[in-house]
């Protein structure tokens, strides 16, 4: 079999299957299984595929025809100029949430320095984008999964940037002598309601872990808490970065605005939709 021909019937199983993009994973898995794990190389459709390559093809085609999320199966993401590590039992990053990465970085000191915290870091995106692309003095991520806290060390390493990264509750885990010290408060908390999960993809129903998707009954919860205890931590002048429910963003800055936060607003994100909200500590 050519590369050529394991693309087509490879795009056609996983059409056939009801996978959203079926060319472009298709693409993916042939370039991972010719060039190695997140490969991008050029596919040469005349050249043969050899008989390991193939047989690796098919156990991923098996797993993406099960609604397995491409990037566990290739075991990374890009995320800004990051490829970031992920895993079974961690949240995958997403595009959008690139805007809020860069977001926080623009919220930062111009001159450089800073001091930055990530509650529900997951993976670790947001905090290792903003450690290598700014030069804050201190990065801070929290999370309450022991798997996330571990992964996002790995990516921290793997990215060769320092953070520290801290088990536990929002701001819980935090040295109390940066009470008041913060410059960006930057977070992509958990804002579903439980039951909005029918109805979404598979992947991530079965794949996502639960923690890292519902807040509680309204989706507020975990936002809520956030912004009561942003004004103890941000300096004069710092900023609260969020990732939200497009539908529940015009609620979250009332929120902010009421918790005493100034400048209360929403960002489109790359689709147009309101996906982001900021807002200051301080007059
Ligand atoms: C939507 S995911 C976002 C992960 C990552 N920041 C990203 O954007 O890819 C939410 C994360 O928050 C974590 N989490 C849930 N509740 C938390 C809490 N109370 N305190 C800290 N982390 C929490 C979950 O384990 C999950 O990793």
Redesign the pocket.
């Known amino acids: 079999m050519t590369v050529g021909e394991a693309l087509a019937a490879t795009t056609a199983r996983l059409a056939t299957a009801g996978v959203p993009t079926p060319d472009v994973d298709a693409r993916w898995l042939l370039q991972s299984v010719v060039g190695g794990p997140g490969a991008r190389v050029r596919l040469d459709s005349r050249r043969p595929l050899h008989s390991e390559a193939a047989a690796r093809l098919a156990e991923y085609v098996t797993r993406r025809v099960r609604r397995e999320p491409l990037q566990l199966i290739l075991g990374s993401v890009g ?1 800004r100029h990051l490829d970031l590590l992920v895993r079974p039992e ?5 595009p959008e ?1 690139e805007v ?1 990465a860069g977001m926080a970085i623009a919220a930062l000191p111009a001159g450089g320095g800073g001091v930055v915290v ?9 905090a290792c984008a903003v450690a290598s692309e700014a030069s804050p003095r201190l990065v801070v991520a ?4 022991a798997a ?1 806290v571990q992964l996002a060390q790995d990516n921290a390493a793997r990215a060769e940037v320092a953070v520290d990264v801290r088990l ?3 701001l ?1 885990p935090v040295p109390a002598d940066l009470r008041g010290e913060v410059d960006v408060l930057v ?5 579903l309601a439980a039951g909005e999960l029918r109805g979404l993809e598979p992947e991530v129903v079965n794949w ?2 639960h ?3 519902v ?1 509680g009954p309204t989706g507020h919860e ?1 936002s809520d ?1 956030l912004i009561l205890q942003a004004p103890q931590w941000l300096a004069d002048g710092g900023w609260l970065v969020m ?1 939200v429910d497009p539908e529940r963003a015009a609620a979250t800055v009332a929120r902010m605005t009421a918790a005493g936060l100034a400048d209360a607003r929403m960002h489109n994100d790359l689709t147009g939709a309101a996906r982001i909200v900021t807002a200051r500590h301080g007059a």
């Open positions: 995320f961690v949240f995958v990053p997403r949430t809020l990530e509650p529900c870091t997951g993976t670790g995106a947001v929290t999370d309450t999964s996330a536990g509750d929002l819980d977070s992509n908390p958990p804002y996502d872990p923690d890292a998707l807040a975990i808490r990732e």
